[in-house]
T-cell receptor, first 110, second 113 residues
Framework: TQLLEQSPQFLSIQEGENLTVYCNSS?????LQWYRQEPGEGPVLLVT?????EVKKLKRLTFQFGDARKDSSLHITAAQPGDTGLYLC??????????FGTGTSLTVIP | EAQVTQNPRYLITVTGKKLTVTCSQN?????MSWYRQDPGLGLRQIYY???????DKGDVPEGYKVSRKEKRNFPLILESPSPNQTSLYFC????????????FGPGTRLLVL
């Protein structure tokens, strides 16, 4: 059983469209991170959120941590082909053990 | 250049033949970790280390060993590999602090026949 469930698992959209990826759990996390992974490479950190209700923006990407710190979302505005990749959420409950979500594979078609 | 290196990048072996995957970082990070990535399961943590001589089990430690004799190195050891350990393995490192950036290596693709 996965501690963190991501949805959707696959997403294919046209350039310029908006999208939201969800990361949900029944557990409370002390912090949550979002990563993007390109084929043949390791994940690269996009953002870390630590406070319930926190919203962070990174250019066209908006990240939100749920008030109860059990869920998070990633919203991309006006998606571009360069946004294509595997998006992963990862959380820490206590200590330093990380739990990763199942991933969302995004394809942005020009 | 700050980086995490892993060797080898690709490895084909047979059941039961001991192997070691090396991981090294040059950022003076206290925290190092090993993950395996499988389709549909995402990344799962195998072992992690908070500092030299301190290691802890992650989510899926069975069949793996690690050691942390030096701060920069964190090798992953498979004493008797089995086909279910065929996977893509990533090493990562970071400073110890809630929310610190984990830097990942390029990955090691292992096939156990």
């Amino acid at each position: 059983t996965q501690l963190l469930e991501q949805s959707p698992q696959f997403l294919s959209i046209q350039e310029g469209e908006n999208l939201t990826v969800y990361c949900n759990s029944s557990s409370v996390f002390s912090s949550l991170q979002w990563y993007r992974q390109e084929p043949g490479e390791g994940p690269v950190l996009l953002v870390t959120v630590v406070t319930g209700g926190e919203v962070k923006k990174l250019k066209r990407l908006t990240f939100q941590f749920g008030d109860a710190r059990k869920d998070s979302s990633l919203h991309i505005t006006a998606a571009q082909p360069g946004d294509t990749g595997l998006y992963l959420c990862a959380g820490v409950i206590t200590g330093n053990q990380f739990y990763f979500g199942t991933g969302t594979s995004l394809t942005v078609i020009p | 250049e700050a980086q995490v290196t892993q060797n080898p990048r690709y490895l084909i072996t047979v059941t039961g033949k001991k192997l070691t995957v090396t991981c090294s970082q040059n950022m003076n990070h206290e925290y190092m970790s090993w993950y395996r990535q499988d389709p549909g399961l995402g990344l799962r943590q195998i072992y992690y280390s908070m500092n030299v001589e301190v290691t802890d089990k992650g989510d899926v430690p069975e069949g793996y060993k690690v050691s942390r004799k030096e701060k920069r190195n964190f090798p992953l050891i498979l004493e008797s590999p089995s086909p279910n350990q065929t996977s893509l393995y990533f090493c990562a490192s970071s400073f110890i602090n809630r929310g610190e950036t984990q830097y990942f290596g390029p990955g090691t693709r292992l096939l156990v026949l």
